[in-house]
């Protein structure tokens, strides 16, 4: 899914992020992207589907890589921890779109060097089942990812303390991944 | 919400630290398994005279068998909640607890004369066998559970059967020091069988429970 390089770049990304550097996480998020966005059109194309969902996929492998990602061994490599992962969300996405599906890995480990740019019309993403979640979460995660406030700035503005900010955008983000898996087709 | 939207949002959450799946194993299991040594020590108890008892092979044999059973499940457990981790090695060194288990049996149909096998077999605490088991194992399967959750088993109802296996070898590990039934045999039958409901449980509860 990446070249040896990229992957020790990534893994390092990935230790700093883990120590609490958010703008190395942020990069690597950042990095991982493309890279899940071609391999979500594959995967899709591969299963005989239009890759209007790709998006949808991108995102709920995003969120997966993020809830799970204390599963990574820092002492392990990175490639085959985010091959799995996103192997998990495709097999998941195809799942529910009503397809007896065979993905192989290989699908999951060809070299990309060259990213795929975001769809500038995201048909159907995340954003539709930020309205589901209980408001005091939808409001904190509204405003640090679409408002993009910081986590003091969201604490000034909806009176609340910055851990209680926290606490409700970690689980806004669990709810939305929750959504996600739980979505009829 | 764009994509570059969520990441906002995931890396702001990412200043939150997660405890690393190894070390919520640890903190996780260990609580577990003194809950279910505390109800064992309440209910059950070792049996009178154990530390004299210890020496002798078949009562050290079976305890020794399920303590095995306990450490390489708990490999398999931790190593099934990490995506991209190679777990047939660990499914694989299971396989010396049967192995075991047969060579015990062979020497006891060799050393016990057949017209005793059925009674050694029957044994006189099957049933008490059959729900201590699990009731010593639901505990350590509970903190087994918990910490797949944290992790990431990319086959849920797998994962939870061998937490649920590794539930029933704790269980089967600290019954063994209470049950009068000593021979080979009775473990074969009894103890696999509770472990089996065990594992069962732990299966269905895991298609339940660990699915991301």
Known sequence: MGSDKQEKEWAFLMRAGNAGDADSYRRLLVQLTPVLRATARRGLGAAGMADTDAEDVVQETLLAIHLKRQSWDSEAPFGPWLRAIARHKMIDALRRRGRRINVSIDDFSEVLTDGAAEPDMVAADVGRHLEDLPPGQRNVVRSIAVDGESIGETAARLKMTSGAVRVALHRGLAGLARKFRTEEP | ?212
């Open chain 2, 1 to 212: 919400m764009k994509t570059d939207e969520l990441i906002r949002a995931l890396a702001a959450d990412g200043a939150t630290r997660q405890m690393p799946l190894r070390q919520m194993f640890a903190a996780a299991m260990i609580p577990g398994v003194v809950v279910a040594a505390c109800l064992f020590l309440a209910t059950l108890g070792p049996r009178p005279h154990f530390f004299e008892l210890i020496a002798e092979p078949r009562f050290a044999f079976k305890i020794c068998l399920a303590l095995l059973l306990a450490a390489l499940a708990a490999s398999w457990v931790k190593r099934l909640g990490q995506p991209g981790v190679g777990t047939h090695g660990a499914a694989l060194r299971l396989v010396i607890v049967p192995v075991l288990l047969a060579a015990a049996i062979g020497a006891e149909l060799l050393l016990v004369p057949s017209d005793l096998w059925r009674q050694r077999l029957i044994g006189t605490n099957a049933l008490v066998c059959l729900i201590s088991i699990p009731f010593l194992g639901l505990a350590p399967l509970a903190a087994a559970l918990f910490c797949l959750r944290h992790g990431a088993p990319e086959h849920p109802a797998f994962a939870g059967a061998a937490a649920g296996l590794l539930g029933g070898a704790i269980g089967a590990a600290l019954y063994a020091s209470h049950c009068f039934d000593d021979s080979p045999m009775f473990v074969a039958v009894w103890y696999s069988l509770a472990m089996a409901i065990m594992t069962a449980l732990g299966a269905l509860a895991g298609a339940r429970l660990l699915r991301w």
